[in-house]
């Protein structure tokens, strides 16, 4: 038997929307030999966040506590000896999530007078209080006389991303106009804070942030001009050049890790970071895509992913969707992002609202152990009890359409300040047919991004689920099929997004020379397949007509507000 010594593992760490994952991965079989995770406990007690106003952030300290927990956490699990077996860790983060930081690259919030500074912290992906501040980039890229620096990023820039969330932040916070050195995606920051980086200069900077959400390109000599940035808005004068201009790849080495995080969690000092990316980016990876697969991250909401060869891409332009980069996704492919602002987020939300009764109930049953024992039961199968449900309702049968842009639109076409809808309600309408309908809208939301790449000659030879809506949830996986009247395959790892992490590291610290080494000998393969049942797919064909017109009369003829 192979002693942990004589092995060698990389770490993946995983950060999503409510927590932090540690994998610990060996590198000759892409075996999960131990795992941690941590859930924010900031971020659950809704601190520093405000729905109704679209705006979500999330502490430092729930990052950094996760990182050393569940590093720490992961190696007490594991054989003895597998710390000294650790050759290099990579990490991905959501995104874009970008935060100021000062002249020592720490982020504001863990400074005392911003601790509590929600304009601070990591503005995470799914906040869209930067609306205006998009609109006036997009409009500003059209008519300001030089180059359009949105067309590598789908001609179209979002308020999710890098620049809109920037610009509004020192808009609305003179104390954070005042502090702020410069700004930085979290994908970037924690491997800084690994490597014990103190010089906002001397970060590596990930292609996969930079390319996608911050409209860096090589052709333009890397970010926008500072003329456009100047012009843009006097605030970002001189931002610039305290940023960066050369980006890396995730397969290479951010550096080593530092005395203080390596007496944190136990490991090496020698021990190689790889350079940051986003999670969707790593997780294609991880579930093994190849030229045209396009690799659905189904979470909380989407990522679609794809690559293709520069030589064949040519000089196509995928309108609408974020962003085609150089090495964003595999070195030397050109990778093309889209994705939905809402899935699974679609579905919580739902079952928050048919479970808004129950604060009523605990508040009058008080600490009834039997009551408070059959809410938490209730509340545990809900999802799988209405999918059950709503399996036994025909498409034929039901009338309700509804529209999957309650968190906006991400592509194709971004527009964050569009809403949901739900049309074709009667009296006959219960929760599993409402349910049913939601899960129709992700599948449709899902054949708008293929159709815009087809419509653009990108084809799309196949298509990879990987998350845990793709993992849990037979009913909307087989819903996709049959919409889309395409197969599916769901990646067996039970972390996609993690492992592909660990393959990055593996490559970061020399175990494998290129990712397509590290996939072929770490790829755990696939679960299971989809095939679209040919009766649905026709009445599929109807019903998403039918999402296509709701959308365009909500998108054309609504009020916003």
Known sequence: MTSAQEKKYVIGIDYGTDSVRAVLVDTASGAEVASDVFYYPRWAEGKYCDPAANQFRQHPLDHLEGLETTIKNTLAKAPAGSAEAVVAISVDTTGSTPV?????????????????????????????????????????????GGEDFTKYSGGIYSSEWFWAKILRTLRVDEKVREYAHSWIEHCDWIPAVLTGVTDPQQIKRGRCSAGHKAMWHESWDGLPSEAFLESLDSLLSGLRKRLYRDTYTADKAAGTLCPEWAEKTGLKENVIVGVGAFDAHMGAVGGQI????????????????????????????????????????????????????????????????????????????????????????????????????????????????????????????????????????????????????????????????????????????????????????????????????????????????????????????????????????????????????????EVYKKLYSDYQKLGSFVENEMTRR
């Open 100 to 144: 100021a930081i000062d002249e020592n690259c720490k982020v504001l919030a863990q400074r005392d007078d911003f601790m509590e500074n929600p304009n601070g912290m990591f503005i995470l992906w799914k906040d869209h209080t930067a609306v205006k501040e998009a609109e006036e980039i997009n409009t500003h890229a059209r008519t300001w």
């Open 290 to 537: 190849e030229p045209y697969a396009l690799v659905k991250v189904i979470g909380t909401s989407t990522c679609d992913m794809l690559i293709a060869p520069p030589s064949e891409i040519g000089d196509t332009l995928v309108r609408g969707i974020c962003g085609q980069v150089d090495g964003s996704v595999i070195p030397d492919m050109i990778g093309l992002e889209a994705g939905q602002s809402a899935f699974g987020d679609l579905y919580a939300w739902f079952k928050k609202m048919l479970l808004w009764p129950f604060a009523m109930v605990r508040e009058e049953g008080g600490n009834d152990p039997q009551l408070l024992a059959l809410l938490e039961k209730v509340e545990s199968k809900i999802i799988p009890e209405l999918s059950k449900q709503a399996v036994m309702v025909p498409p034929t049968e039901s009338s309700i359409v509804a529209l999957d842009w309650l968190n906006g639109r991400r592509t194709p076409d971004a527009d964050q300040a569009l809403k949901g809808a739900l049309i074709g309600l009667n009296l006959g309408s219960d929760a599993p047919k409402i349910f049913r309908a939601l899960v129709e809208a992700t599948a449709y939301g899902t054949k708008a991004i293929v159709e815009r790449f087809l419509a653009e000659g990108v084809p799309i030879k196949e298509v990879i689920a990987i998350g845990g809506v793709a993992k849990k949830s037979s009913f909307a996986m087989q819903t996709c099929a049959d919409v889309l009247n395409m197969k599916i395959k769901v990646a067996r790892a039970e972390q996609t997004v993690a492992l592909g992490a660990a393959m990055f590291a593996a490559c970061a610290g020399g175990i494998y020379p290129d990712l397509d080494h590290a996939q072929k000998i770490m790829g755990t393969g696939f679960e299971s397949e989809y095939v679209p049942d040919p009766a649905n797919v």
